[in-house]
């Protein structure tokens, strides 16, 4: 009955509660460039924005989802 060192199993839960920050930065970017972008081209909507928000979301998520993969 071998059992998990304590440390292991507490740095996996550290590395768990940080990937809500890692979102919110991947996200934040991207909203970023596309506020950028729509001040850049000057567009009447915030349709770079937009894009900008459901790109980062959908990489944040891959890469949540990536790194839950490698966390067991």
Do not use: C, R
Not at 20 to 32: K, P
Not at 53 to 72: C, D, E, N, R, T
């Amino acid at each position: 009955m071998a059992e998990e060192p304590k440390n292991k199993s507490v740095n996996k839960y550290v590395h768990l509660t940080s990937l809500g920050f890692q979102m919110m930065a991947v996200i934040f970017v991207f909203v970023w460039i596309g506020k950028w972008a729509d001040g850049h081209f000057e567009t009447e909507k915030s349709y770079f924005t937009a894009l900008g928000s459901l790109i980062g979301l959908g990489a944040s998520l891959y890469l949540v989802l990536k790194q839950l993969k490698q966390v067991k």
